[in-house]
């Protein structure tokens, strides 16, 4: 499917059957899951598939996680071993991605896994996601809905802002309410933390009965949510800041005076749920030089911090 005119659906029967069919002939349709909202695609079309690079502007090298009803769906696709089921029994549906060997006869396009022979695969906690599965009945790749590079969208609103004239669905949901992506752990070998995200790694590593591998050499990211500036507002970002200078705009946590607080009570979950929001929001306000205050580096705070250091990393 090409020229892209947009079609907007509620998330009812009526509206995720029309938004699956579009799915089915090969088009793009934003979908909300419990994390932010992806731009999904028929995960076995490679037409499709790579009209989901085009549309974000992503680099090819970037594989997909692909979304799927329950795990029996996702062991057709994949091997899991203990470590996967055990996680995956744990937390799915939830905002988890687990990266597995892929089976050979899996179908799945070669351009979702970026030709390795591993696959991420996710148990999305969200109705319309669900919904929209089941009307389908087909895995779901999909990458966030935002250009590549930009801030991921929580809302159907920033989708539309980011790519209405690039899809040709988008199923509004409402907000998403963790609002951070899906942690991502590798069982290819030993257990191994890909990305922070909506999943606590302590939670993780506590199901495990043993601390997670972390992947750390940078030259070689196997996510990239990795790559070094990735998840970038238009302004400049400093970080770990007690108090804005007088051209910075201060984003708050906490206590603090300023005109966009990520959690005046500081709680890191309403943080985590409203982070791409406000990324968002200093985006609209024009602010060119962003100052954040500092954020507690446990829990939800480990992925909002990542997150963050991406923003204020030197743009390539
Ligand atoms: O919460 C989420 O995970 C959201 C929603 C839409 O589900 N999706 C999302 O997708 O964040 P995306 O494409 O923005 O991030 C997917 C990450 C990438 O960093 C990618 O490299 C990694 O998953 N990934 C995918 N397949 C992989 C593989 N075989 N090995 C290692 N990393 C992989
Ligand atoms: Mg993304």
Redesign the pocket.
């Given at each position: 499917m090409t020229n892209a005119t947009l079609q907007t659906f509620g998330p009812d029967p009526v509206g995720l059957a029309q938004a699956a069919a579009i799915l089915a002939r090969g088009g793009l349709v934003s979908f909300p899951?419990?994390?932010?909202?992806?731009?999904?695609a028929d995960a076995r079309d490679d037409t499709a598939v790579a009209a989901i690079f085009a549309a974000k502007g992503?680099p090819s090298f970037?594989?997909?996680?692909v979304?799927l009803p329950d795990l029996s769906a996702a062991e057709n696709l994949c091997r899991f071993n203990d470590d996967a089921r055990r996680l995956a029994g744990a937390f799915w549906p939830g905002?988890l991605?687990l990266?597995l060997p892929?089976k050979a006869d899996a179908g799945i396009s070669k351009l979702?896994?970026?030709g390795?022979d591993?696959?991420?695969v996710?148990v999305?906690d969200h109705p319309v996601?669900q919904g929209l599965l089941q009307a389908f009945d087909g895995p779901i790749a999909?990458?966030?809905?935002?250009p590549s590079g930009r801030v991921?969208p929580t809302t159907a609103a920033h989708v539309k802002a980011g790519l209405g004239n690039k899809i040709n669905g988008l199923v509004d949901g409402g907000p998403c309410g963790?609002g951070?992506?899906?942690t991502?752990v590798?069982c290819?070998g030993l257990p191994t933390l890909?990305?922070a995200?909506?999943i606590p790694t302590e939670a993780l590593e506590a199901c495990l009965g043993q601390p997670l591998a972390v992947a750390t050499d940078p030259a070689t990211?196997?996510?990239?949510?990795?790559?070094v500036s990735h998840y970038a507002p238009t302004g400049t970002v400093r970080l770990n800041a007690e108090k804005a200078a007088p051209d910075e705009v201060l984003l708050g946590f906490g206590p603090v005076d300023a005109p966009l607080n990520l959690s005046p009570s500081g709680d890191l979950t309403e943080a985590a749920a409203r982070l791409f929001d406000c990324l968002h929001r200093l985006d609209a306000m024009g602010a060119k030089r962003i100052a954040v205050s500092p954020i507690p580096d446990h829990g939800l705070g480990r992925a909002i911090n990542d997150r963050l250091r991406r923003a204020a990393a030197p743009r390539g």
């Open positions: 899951t419990e994390t932010v909202y992806g731009l999904g992503r970037n594989p997909l996680i979304h905002a991605t990266v892929l979702v896994t970026a390795l591993t696959l991420a996710r999305p996601a999909a990458p966030s809905a935002n991921s963790v951070v992506e899906s991502i590798s290819v890909l990305r995200g909506g990211p196997q996510a990239p949510g990795q790559l």
